[in-house]
């Protein structure tokens, strides 16, 4: 419909109509919104079918009563709960302040156009890419065998810890990266050495994506099992570590052990735990989310 | 030559916004002053800063006095910021940055071996031309620096001089712990101008501290400037050639010279007391600039 506002006599008429949004334009779209649609779809139907299957022993017992080979009616997964747990505190022990001083070197320290700066960055990011299994290997040679730790929760936590750290390393120098560079200026130019600039501006102000990417690291380390495999965690375990120094089960062998086996309340007892995984990792990311806006409202 | 035209210049700070020329006598003010500088802060001799292979700065000779307001003008590209920023050695910051020739503080080469830069910089504070207060409350902001340098003092009495001395304190005396980045961006940098005196600095650099800034926060930020050359020195980089005339005792002129590969290199080319170099500047490029047939 056109305006009926008085318009001059001789004016040419004004088409602000256009063609319309092109064909493209609108197929892009729809490509776009399918790629997403085909991860949450999958991701929606997996969730769903493992939470009917486990439905029935989503109870108490799940984390109750230890894993029993003999009565699966009544077995529960609270050795790989617990284990679970010291290993990724192990973990995180040795990871992070590993990973986050690293990458302080790197970021604010290193000179970045020296050879050494550079070929570390490259293997770094190399690293990240390395197959976790190959990380087990790794771990059963130097941490297992050469220094005797055996099949212990420090021997996986040691292994994990190599694992993610670079993905701890990498993500945090994007962290800090973002911090801008008026900020570490600002410091400096009041008399304020590098330490204190690092430690008191640069790095409170990296933490919201230190903590995001510290968590998906840990996350990771909690999902896996190959290198766990390796390290001879696949024996069973009826009981809780007690120390470092401890035998030990996690989650995912856990739920690997029982998907092994053939008798189908098994295989529930698997679909449940699954479950409870799923809800530690989604606790994880709600811890990452909620110290991002806690740190981020600060300022 | 009793007319500037300056395009970017703050169209409403005083009278000569509205045709873009002014009249310069009405804004030198004071007395005129001698050329040579008596008390002398620093002390240049054949100073050149290069990045790397690059000359940034050729060859400046020039002494600047205690308690004055020193203002760098020049086009962009002269090498006038270069020059500003390796007076507190935050050109060190930069790789490959280094200086040629004698910059010395009080007769004390400040490129010397033994000079620790964080020593410097502690005498000499910079305001940059972005406010960059840091992610922390206003209060905080101003405690950084008497808290990294471990001064001993009153925290709370030396905030609210500096926030005084800032002409900031009556606006934020109530928001302390507010976070300095809900403060307006004229704000903001006289946040940063009271951070920068709570170490007691002798000299404060300002490298372009107006240019984001509007003509009203502006002409705040000149009272402070004059406010402050009482008790400090001031060196002043700016593209705007009012407010060098407004607030500066003397002015140095800057431009790029192009060598045969095209790259451009800083020079100074004239400097004196402001009133001169705006009235009977001695150099034809300086005549150019300031009456705005430059380029």
Same mark, same amino acid.
Request: net charge neutral; charged share 20%; proline share 6%.
């Given at each position: 419909m056109t305006a009926t506002l008085d318009i001059a006599p001789d004016s040419a008429p004004v088409d602000l109509?256009?063609?319309?949004?092109p064909l493209v334009d609108k197929t892009f779209r729809w490509i776009l919104f399918l790629c997403l649609a085909v991860g949450i779809i999958f991701l929606a139907v997996l969730l769903t079918y493992v939470t009917i299957k486990g439905w029935p022993r989503l109870t108490p017992t799940l984390w109750e009563n230890m894993p029993s080979l003999r009565r699966p009616e009544r077995a529960g997964a609270q050795s790989a709960i617990t284990g679970t747990l010291w290993v990724i505190g192990f973990t995180a022990l040795f990871a992070l302040p590993v990973g986050f001083l690293g990458a302080v070197y790197m970021e604010e320290? $290193?000179?970045? $156009?020296s050879r050494f700066t550079r070929f570390v960055e490259i293997n770094i990011q190399n690293l990240a890419a390395v197959p976790s299994i190959v990380y087990g290997i790794l771990g059963l040679a130097i941490f297992a065998r050469a220094l005797a730790l055996g099949q212990t929760v420090i021997t996986a936590g040691l292994t994990l810890a190599l694992l993610v750290l670079p993905v701890i390393i990498v993500s945090t120098r994007e962290a800090l990266r973002a911090v801008p560079q008026n900020i570490r200026h600002g410091s400096l130019a009041l008399g304020a050495t590098l330490w204190q600039t690092t430690w008191r501006q640069t790095m409170p102000a990296a933490v919201p994506g230190m903590a995001t990417g510290t968590i998906l690291a840990l996350s990771r380390a909690i999902g896996e099992a190959a290198p766990l495999l390796l390290l001879g965690a696949v024996t069973f375990i009826s009981f809780n570590p007690t120390g470092p120094f401890s035998a030990y089960t996690t989650l995912p062998i856990q739920i690997f052990n029982w998907t092994k086996e053939s008798r189908e309340e098994f295989q529930i007892l698997a679909s449940a735990t699954i479950v409870l995984l799923l809800v530690i990792l989604l606790a994880m990311n709600a811890v990452a989310i909620l110290i991002r806006n806690r740190t981020q409202k600060r300022w | 030559m009793s007319e500037i035209h300056d395009?970017?210049?703050? +169209?409403?700070?005083?009278?000569?916004a509205m045709t873009g020329r002014m009249d310069v006598s009405a804004v030198l003010e004071g007395a005129e002053i001698p050329e040579v500088v008596s008390n002398i802060v620093f002390d240049l001799a054949n100073v050149r800063v290069f990045y790397g292979d690059f000359?940034? %700065?050729?060859?400046v000779t020039m002494q600047i006095g205690r308690n004055e307001i020193t203002a760098f003008i020049g086009?962009?590209?002269?090498?006038k910021s270069t020059l500003l920023r390796s007076f507190n050695r935050m /050109?060190?910051?930069?790789?490959g940055a280094r200086v040629e020739g004698l910059l010395a503080y009080h007769g004390f080469?400040?490129?010397?071996?033994? %000079?620790?830069p964080i020593e410097v910089r502690r005498r000499i504070g910079m305001v940059f +031309?972005?406010? /960059? %207060?840091?992610?922390?409350s206003i209060y905080e902001n101003v405690a950084y620096g008497p808290k990294v340098n471990g001064m001993k003092v009153n925290m709370d009495d030396l905030v609210e001089e500096c926030l005084t001395k800032a002409a900031l304190w009556d606006e934020v005396k109530d928001d302390?712990?507010?976070?300095?980045?809900?403060?307006s961006g004229g704000q903001q940098q006289r946040l940063v101008i009271a951070r920068c005196i709570a170490v007691k600095p002798e000299v404060i650099l300002m490298?372009?501290?107006?240019?984001?800034?509007d003509p009203i926060a502006t002409a705040k930020i000149e009272d402070l400037m004059k406010e402050l050359a009482k008790d400090y020195t001031i060196v002043i980089v700016t593209h705007n050639m009012q407010q060098a005339a407004r607030v500066s005792e003397r002015t140095a002129f800057f431009t790029a010279d192009v060598d045969a590969q095209g790259v451009r290199h800083g020079r100074l080319v004239e400097y004196g007391p402001t009133r001169r170099i705006f009235?009977?500047?001695?150099?034809p490029r300086t005549e150019d600039y300031i009456s705005g047939r430059f380029g």
């Amino acid at each position: 419909m056109t305006a009926t506002l008085d318009i001059a006599p001789d004016s040419a008429p004004v088409d602000l109509q256009g063609k319309g949004q092109p064909l493209v334009d609108k197929t892009f779209r729809w490509i776009l919104f399918l790629c997403l649609a085909v991860g949450i779809i999958f991701l929606a139907v997996l969730l769903t079918y493992v939470t009917i299957k486990g439905w029935p022993r989503l109870t108490p017992t799940l984390w109750e009563n230890m894993p029993s080979l003999r009565r699966p009616e009544r077995a529960g997964a609270q050795s790989a709960i617990t284990g679970t747990l010291w290993v990724i505190g192990f973990t995180a022990l040795f990871a992070l302040p590993v990973g986050f001083l690293g990458a302080v070197y790197m970021e604010e320290y $290193a000179n970045p $156009a020296s050879r050494f700066t550079r070929f570390v960055e490259i293997n770094i990011q190399n690293l990240a890419a390395v197959p976790s299994i190959v990380y087990g290997i790794l771990g059963l040679a130097i941490f297992a065998r050469a220094l005797a730790l055996g099949q212990t929760v420090i021997t996986a936590g040691l292994t994990l810890a190599l694992l993610v750290l670079p993905v701890i390393i990498v993500s945090t120098r994007e962290a800090l990266r973002a911090v801008p560079q008026n900020i570490r200026h600002g410091s400096l130019a009041l008399g304020a050495t590098l330490w204190q600039t690092t430690w008191r501006q640069t790095m409170p102000a990296a933490v919201p994506g230190m903590a995001t990417g510290t968590i998906l690291a840990l996350s990771r380390a909690i999902g896996e099992a190959a290198p766990l495999l390796l390290l001879g965690a696949v024996t069973f375990i009826s009981f809780n570590p007690t120390g470092p120094f401890s035998a030990y089960t996690t989650l995912p062998i856990q739920i690997f052990n029982w998907t092994k086996e053939s008798r189908e309340e098994f295989q529930i007892l698997a679909s449940a735990t699954i479950v409870l995984l799923l809800v530690i990792l989604l606790a994880m990311n709600a811890v990452a989310i909620l110290i991002r806006n806690r740190t981020q409202k600060r300022w | 030559m009793s007319e500037i035209h300056d395009p970017d210049a703050p +169209q409403s700070t005083s009278d000569m916004a509205m045709t873009g020329r002014m009249d310069v006598s009405a804004v030198l003010e004071g007395a005129e002053i001698p050329e040579v500088v008596s008390n002398i802060v620093f002390d240049l001799a054949n100073v050149r800063v290069f990045y790397g292979d690059f000359e940034a %700065v050729r060859d400046v000779t020039m002494q600047i006095g205690r308690n004055e307001i020193t203002a760098f003008i020049g086009p962009s590209g002269c090498g006038k910021s270069t020059l500003l920023r390796s007076f507190n050695r935050m /050109n060190d910051l930069i790789p490959g940055a280094r200086v040629e020739g004698l910059l010395a503080y009080h007769g004390f080469n400040i490129y010397a071996p033994d %000079v620790d830069p964080i020593e410097v910089r502690r005498r000499i504070g910079m305001v940059f +031309q972005k406010p /960059n %207060v840091f992610p922390k409350s206003i209060y905080e902001n101003v405690a950084y620096g008497p808290k990294v340098n471990g001064m001993k003092v009153n925290m709370d009495d030396l905030v609210e001089e500096c926030l005084t001395k800032a002409a900031l304190w009556d606006e934020v005396k109530d928001d302390l712990k507010k976070s300095a980045y809900a403060l307006s961006g004229g704000q903001q940098q006289r946040l940063v101008i009271a951070r920068c005196i709570a170490v007691k600095p002798e000299v404060i650099l300002m490298d372009e501290p107006c240019a984001s800034l509007d003509p009203i926060a502006t002409a705040k930020i000149e009272d402070l400037m004059k406010e402050l050359a009482k008790d400090y020195t001031i060196v002043i980089v700016t593209h705007n050639m009012q407010q060098a005339a407004r607030v500066s005792e003397r002015t140095a002129f800057f431009t790029a010279d192009v060598d045969a590969q095209g790259v451009r290199h800083g020079r100074l080319v004239e400097y004196g007391p402001t009133r001169r170099i705006f009235t009977a500047p001695h150099d034809p490029r300086t005549e150019d600039y300031i009456s705005g047939r430059f380029g």
